[in-house]
């Protein structure tokens, strides 16, 4: 093989490494219908690592649209948003929501081994939103 060839075969072989990361990613498209600024947690099966993961906080400004995208090929993610004393999420008790623990700042931890390291560590009831039938996620917040 000329060196044209090995050239050709490196760039195949590299898009080839590539596309399946590709479409593991699902979008979640985020909706802030409140004046408010609003801090958003979502917790999602991580499929490289295959462990379930919980990853904070994402700002969504009042009035505005956000869009995230996951390493993940699972059809269901578990979401919660706070603004303040207001809480967007899951219900304890009510089949659907899971407590999981967060903290003030930024954090990415895996679930089931890990806790999240920060301030003013707590828990949070997350709420399951399952994905379109586009593949992608949609979290409205409302007042």
């Not at 700002?59 to 390493?71: A, C, E, F, Q, R």
């Not at 090929?73 to 999420?89: A, E, H, K, M, P």
């Not at 623990?101 to 930024?106: A, D, H």
């Not at 009831?125 to 593949?135: E, M, Y």
Request: one cysteine or more.
């Amino acid at each position: 093989m000329n060196a044209r060839g090995k050239k050709w075969l490196a760039v195949f072989v590299l898009l080839c490494c590539l596309l399946p990361a590709q479409a593991l990613a699902k979008e979640v498209v985020i909706q802030n219908h409140t004046t408010k600024k609003i801090t958003v947690a979502i917790s999602y099966y991580h499929t490289p690592s295959k462990t379930w993961v919980c990853q904070g906080w994402w700002s969504v400004d009042g009035m505005k649209n956000s869009k995230i995208n996951l390493t993940t090929d699972n059809n269901l993610i578990y979401f919660v948003g706070t603004s303040g004393s207001s809480r967007w999420g899951g219900k304890k008790g009510v089949d659907g929501a899971t407590s999981l623990p967060v903290v003030s700042g930024k954090f990415l931890y895996k679930v089931k081994t890990e806790k999240p390291r920060g301030d003013n560590p707590r828990n949070e009831v997350f709420k399951v939103r399952k994905a379109g039938s586009d593949g992608k996620f949609s979290i409205v917040f409302k007042d």
